[in-house]
C-alpha cells in the first residue's frame, strides 16, 4: 500500500465525496429520524473543527476525548478531531471515573467531547486530571451544538503526515490495565484498503449497522470508516442489544450488520416475526465464531457468516475469509496485505496442523503508548496476539484459545474454547465458558459453566435432582463429539455469564471463582 506523505484521514473519508460532487449522498442515520448526507456531515465536522480550533485552542497533537453513545454527532465529533490534527481518545460508554482518569492521564488529554447524558462519571475524573483543561458536551441542550451553528461550515483541514498519530485507543483491559495503542493516518486508509476490499466486498448501495461501540475499533471501521471508504451509508443505534437490533435491521433495511458471536446466538433464537429480507452479509468478530453459532444463524436467516479476527493493536481484522470462502470451525486465512504465522515459544515457525502461537505482519501494527509491555507484543517484527491458533494444510488458521486460556489438565493441552463449541451444539445451552479449575490429582480440570435455554433454568430450579442428570447428559454428549479426555468434569449453571462491554467473555472472572 503506497500513500503519500502528506495526508489527512478525514479528507479521504469524507471530504472526497463532496469534492467529487457526491455530498448528497446518504451518509448516516440516528435517532429520531435523523438523516445526514455527506455533505451534512461534512459541514457538521467543519464547524466542530472550527470550535476545537477557535474556541478551545486545541492544536495538532492535542489529545481529545471523545465520550458518548453511537450518533451520527459522535461521528461528527472524530472526523473534526481528524480535520484539526489532533489524536481522537475515544472511550467506552460505561466507563466509570476511575477508568477515565487512568485513561486521560495516561493519554494526556487536554481536551473531551462528551455526551451530555454521561457527563457525571467525566465530572468526577476531572478534579483528578490537571491535564485536561476543558470539556465541551453536545446532545440535549449541548453546548457544542450552539457553538458549531455559530460557526462558517467551511473548513481547511490542517496538514498532517500520513504518519503523524490520530487515535489512541485503549485495549479492553480484560485481564490488567488497558493499554493506549496508537494509530496514524495512513493505518486508517490502510484498513479501508484490506480486509472490506478482499473479504467483506461491500458495495456503495449498501446500509451497515451494528452494535460495537465506536470507542472499540471494531465499530469505528466497521460502522464509520469502511461504510465511508465506499460511499455507502450507515446506521448508528445508541442501543444495539440483540432484542434492539433485530427490529433495527427490519426498520432502516440494512444490509451489513456487525456484531459479536453471542449477539447472532441470541438474536437466532428471536428473527421470527422480524423482516430481515434487506440483509445481505452479517461480520462476526471480537471472540471465536462457534461452528454451532454459524449453523444457527444461517439456519434463521440463510446467511453464510464473515468471521474476522482482529484486534486493537492492530486496528482491525487481519485474518478472514469471503462469504464463499466461509469453513466453519475456522477463522479464515490472513487478509490479502497481511501475513500470518503459527511459531512455537522459541519464535520457531511451525509446521500446518501444530498449536502456537499466532503471528502477524501488516501494514498496521502495534505501538503502545509509554508501556514496556510493547516488547512483549511485537517481537522479531512480528505481533503476537496473544492467540493460540493452528494452521491446516489449507492455509486456514483454526482459533484454540487464548494463550493463557489454554487449560493444562493430566498433561494434557485442552482448549476451552473447543469444549464451548461442543457444548453450544446441545439443544439446552443458551451460552457457555470453559476454563481450568485447580484440581489436587490433574493440575487443573476442565469446568463448564453454562446458561441454558429459556425455560430449563426453570425446570432446574424446580426439580434439584434434574441438576445431576443434565450434568451427565452434557457430559455424555461433549465425550460423543470431541475427545473423551476434553469433557468437562465438572459443570456449573448460572443465569448469566461475565462480559465485557464488547461483549468477550471475561474467562479469567469465572477461573479465580473455580479456584
Ligand atoms: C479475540 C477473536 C477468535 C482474539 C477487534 C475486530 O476484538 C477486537 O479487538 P480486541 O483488542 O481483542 C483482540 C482479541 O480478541 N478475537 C477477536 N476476534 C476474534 N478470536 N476469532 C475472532 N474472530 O483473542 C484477539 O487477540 O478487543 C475485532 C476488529 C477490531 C478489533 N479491535
Given at each position: 500500500?503506497?500513500?503519500?506523505?502528506?495526508?489527512?484521514?478525514?479528507?479521504?473519508?469524507?471530504?472526497?465525496?463532496?469534492?467529487?460532487?457526491?455530498?448528497?449522498?446518504?451518509?448516516?442515520?440516528?435517532?429520531?429520524?435523523?438523516?445526514?448526507s455527506?455533505?451534512?456531515?461534512?459541514?457538521?465536522?467543519?464547524?466542530?473543527?472550527?470550535?476545537l480550533?477557535?474556541?478551545?485552542?486545541?492544536?495538532?497533537?492535542?489529545?481529545?476525548?471523545?465520550?458518548?453513545?453511537?450518533?451520527?454527532?459522535?461521528?461528527?465529533?472524530?472526523?473534526?478531531?481528524?480535520?484539526?490534527?489532533?489524536?481522537?481518545?475515544?472511550?467506552?460508554?460505561?466507563?466509570?471515573?476511575?477508568?477515565?482518569?487512568?485513561?486521560?492521564?495516561?493519554?494526556?488529554?487536554?481536551?473531551?467531547?462528551?455526551?451530555?447524558?454521561?457527563?457525571?462519571?467525566?465530572?468526577?475524573?476531572?478534579?483528578?486530571?490537571?491535564?485536561?483543561?476543558?470539556?465541551?458536551?453536545?446532545g440535549?441542550?449541548?453546548?457544542?451544538?450552539?457553538?458549531?451553528?455559530?460557526?462558517?461550515?467551511?473548513?481547511?483541514?490542517?496538514?498532517?503526515?500520513?504518519?503523524?498519530?490520530?487515535?489512541?485507543?485503549?485495549?479492553?483491559?480484560?485481564?490488567?490495565?488497558?493499554?493506549?495503542?496508537?494509530?496514524?493516518?495512513?493505518?486508517?486508509?490502510?484498513?479501508?484498503?484490506?480486509?472490506?476490499?478482499?473479504?467483506?466486498?461491500?458495495?456503495?448501495?449498501?446500509?451497515?449497522?451494528?452494535?460495537?461501540?465506536?470507542?472499540?475499533?471494531?465499530?469505528?471501521?466497521?460502522?464509520?470508516?469502511?461504510?465511508?471508504?465506499?460511499?455507502?451509508?450507515?446506521?448508528?443505534?445508541?442501543?444495539?442489544?440483540?432484542?434492539?437490533?433485530?427490529?433495527?435491521i427490519?426498520?432502516?433495511?440494512?444490509?451489513?450488520?456487525?456484531?459479536?458471536?453471542t449477539?447472532?446466538?441470541?438474536?437466532?433464537?428471536?428473527v421470527?416475526?422480524?423482516?430481515?429480507?434487506?440483509?445481505?452479509?452479517?461480520?462476526?468478530?471480537?471472540?471465536?465464531?462457534?461452528?454451532?453459532?454459524?449453523?444457527?444463524?444461517?439456519?434463521?436467516?440463510?446467511?453464510?457468516?464473515?468471521?474476522?479476527?482482529?484486534?486493537?493493536?492492530l486496528?482491525?481484522?487481519?485474518i478472514?475469509?469471503t462469504?464463499?470462502?466461509?469453513?466453519?470451525?475456522?477463522?479464515?486465512?490472513?487478509?490479502?496485505?497481511?501475513?500470518?504465522?503459527?511459531?512455537?515459544?522459541?519464535?520457531?515457525?511451525?509446521?500446518?496442523?501444530?498449536?502456537?502461537?499466532?503471528?502477524?505482519?501488516?501494514?498496521?501494527?502495534?505501538?503502545?503508548?509509554?508501556?514496556?509491555?510493547?516488547?512483549?507484543?511485537?517481537?522479531?517484527?512480528?505481533?503476537?496476539?496473544?492467540?493460540?491458533?493452528?494452521?491446516?494444510?489449507?492455509?486456514?488458521?483454526v482459533?484454540?484459545?487464548?494463550?493463557?486460556?489454554?487449560?493444562?489438565?493430566?498433561?494434557?493441552?485442552?482448549?476451552?474454547?473447543?469444549?464451548?463449541?461442543?457444548?453450544?451444539?446441545?439443544?439446552?445451552?443458551?451460552?457457555?465458558?470453559?476454563?481450568?479449575?485447580?484440581?489436587?490429582?490433574?493440575?487443573?480440570?476442565?469446568?463448564?459453566?453454562?446458561?441454558?435455554?429459556?425455560?430449563?433454568?426453570?425446570?432446574?430450579?424446580?426439580?434439584?435432582?434434574?441438576?445431576?442428570?443434565?450434568?451427565?447428559?452434557?457430559?455424555?454428549?461433549?465425550?460423543?463429539?470431541?475427545?473423551?479426555?476434553?469433557?468437562?468434569?465438572?459443570?456449573?449453571?448460572?443465569?448469566?455469564?461475565?462480559?465485557?462491554?464488547?461483549?468477550?467473555?471475561?474467562?479469567?472472572?469465572?477461573?479465580q471463582?473455580?479456584?
Open positions: 500500500l503506497q500513500f503519500p506523505e502528506r495526508l489527512n484521514c478525514a479528507d479521504a473519508l469524507l471530504d472526497r465525496w463532496v469534492r467529487e460532487g457526491q455530498g448528497e449522498r446518504l451518509c448516516m442515520e440516528g435517532a429520531g429520524g435523523l438523516r445526514w455527506y455533505a451534512d456531515l461534512q459541514a457538521q465536522a467543519n464547524r466542530i473543527a472550527r470550535v480550533v477557535e474556541d478551545l485552542g486545541v492544536v495538532s497533537g492535542n489529545r481529545v476525548l471523545l465520550r458518548g453513545a453511537n450518533t451520527p454527532m459522535m461521528a461528527a465529533c472524530w472526523f473534526a478531531i481528524m480535520k484539526v490534527g489532533a489524536i481522537a481518545v475515544a472511550t467506552m460508554p460505561l466507563l466509570r471515573a476511575k477508568e477515565l482518569v487512568q485513561v486521560i492521564q495516561k493519554a494526556e488529554v487536554s481536551h473531551a467531547l462528551c455526551d451530555e447524558r454521561l457527563a457525571e462519571e467525566l465530572q468526577l475524573a476531572q478534579a483528578q486530571c490537571p491535564t485536561l483543561r476543558q470539556v465541551l458536551h453536545y440535549g441542550a449541548g453546548a457544542l451544538e450552539a457553538r458549531a451553528a455559530a460557526k462558517p461550515a467551511n473548513f481547511t483541514n490542517v496538514d498532517t503526515a500520513a504518519e503523524d498519530c490520530c487515535i489512541i485507543a485503549f485495549t479492553s483491559g480484560t485481564t490488567g490495565q488497558p493499554k493506549g495503542t496508537m494509530h496514524f493516518h495512513r493505518d486508517v486508509l490502510a484498513i479501508c484498503q484490506c480486509w472490506p476490499v478482499h473479504c467483506l466486498r461491500a458495495r456503495p448501495e449498501d446500509k451497515f449497522i451494528g452494535s460495537p461501540p465506536l470507542a472499540f475499533t471494531f465499530g469505528l471501521g466497521g460502522l464509520v470508516l469502511f461504510p465511508m471508504s465506499i460511499g455507502a451509508s450507515t446506521v448508528l443505534l445508541e442501543k444495539a442489544s440483540p432484542e434492539a437490533l433485530l427490529p433495527a427490519a426498520q432502516y433495511r440494512a444490509t451489513i450488520c456487525f456484531t459479536a458471536p449477539a447472532y446466538r441470541a438474536m437466532a433464537a428471536q421470527g416475526g422480524h423482516d430481515l429480507s434487506s440483509l445481505r452479509q452479517c461480520v462476526s468478530a471480537g471472540e471465536a465464531l462457534p461452528a454451532a453459532t454459524r449453523a444457527l444463524w444461517k439456519e434463521a436467516t440463510g446467511i453464510e457468516m464473515i468471521d474476522g479476527i482482529g484486534a486493537t493493536e486496528l482491525h481484522i487481519f478472514s475469509h462469504e464463499a470462502e466461509a469453513r466453519p470451525g475456522a477463522t479464515g486465512r490472513p487478509v490479502p496485505g497481511y501475513q500470518a504465522c503459527i511459531l512455537d515459544d522459541e519464535g520457531r515457525v511451525l509446521p500446518p496442523g501444530q498449536v502456537g502461537r499466532l503471528a502477524v505482519k501488516g501494514p498496521t501494527g502495534c505501538r503502545y503508548l509509554a508501556d514496556e509491555r510493547q516488547t512483549r507484543y511485537v517481537q522479531g517484527g512480528w505481533n503476537l496476539t496473544g492467540d493460540a491458533y493452528l494452521m491446516d494444510e489449507q492455509g486456514y488458521f482459533y484454540q484459545a487464548r494463550t493463557d486460556d489454554m487449560i493444562i489438565s493430566g498433561g494434557y493441552n485442552i482448549a476451552g474454547p473447543e469444549v464451548e463449541s461442543a457444548l453450544l451444539l446441545h439443544p439446552k445451552v443458551a451460552e457457555c465458558a470453559v476454563v481450568g479449575a485447580r484440581d489436587p490429582e490433574r493440575g487443573e480440570i476442565v469446568k463448564a459453566f453454562v446458561v441454558l435455554r429459556d425455560g430449563q433454568g426453570d425446570a432446574l430450579r424446580q426439580d434439584p435432582a434434574l441438576e445431576s442428570t443434565l450434568i451427565k447428559e452434557l457430559q455424555d454428549f461433549v465425550k460423543a463429539s470431541i475427545a473423551p479426555y476434553k469433557y468437562p468434569r465438572a459443570i456449573e449453571f448460572r443465569a448469566s455469564l461475565p462480559r465485557t462491554e464488547t461483549g468477550k467473555l471475561q474467562r479469567f472472572r469465572l477461573r471463582e473455580a479456584q
